[in-house]
């Protein structure tokens, strides 16, 4: 089991994370949202909880809450910029479908 950022991803979450002044890592969860069922909600995290289950990856670390991580298990999170576009895509192998916004999927079953 496990959750990867890219090169990119963790540059990306390592200057953010300088600029803030402070800071563990970056937690990964889903929660019950949009129209395929889940999003993803990603936030900058201060420490960890005790049920945290904690990935590093290229120096960062990711935080998962048991809960979320069967939906996200193998998941490479990368940071892409596209012309003016920038942000972080989801690469999740045990996504089945996802909604037409890309703000919320479902999981193979």
């Known amino acids: 089991?496990?959750?990867?950022?890219?090169?990119?991803?963790?540059?990306?979450?390592?200057?953010f994370i300088a600029k803030r002044g402070?800071?563990?890592?970056?937690?990964?969860?889903?929660?019950?949202?949009?129209?395929s069922g889940m999003a993803y909600k990603l936030e900058f995290a201060d420490a960890a909880n005790e049920e945290d289950i904690i990935f590093e990856s290229h120096g960062m670390?990711?935080?998962?809450?048991p809960k979320s991580l069967p939906y996200?298990?193998?998941?490479?999170l990368d940071y892409t910029k596209e012309g003016l576009n920038e942000g972080f895509k989801f690469n999740n192998p045990n996504v089945q479908d996802e909604c037409g916004c890309g703000e919320s999927f479902n999981v193979k079953s």
């Open 61 to 65: 670390k990711v935080l998962v809450d």
């Open 22 to 35: 402070k800071g563990y890592g970056l937690r990964l969860a889903v929660r019950t949202s949009g129209c």
């Open 1 to 15: 089991m496990a959750v990867t950022l890219s090169e990119s991803a963790a540059k990306h979450v390592a200057n």
């Open 72 to 76: 996200i298990d193998g998941t490479e």
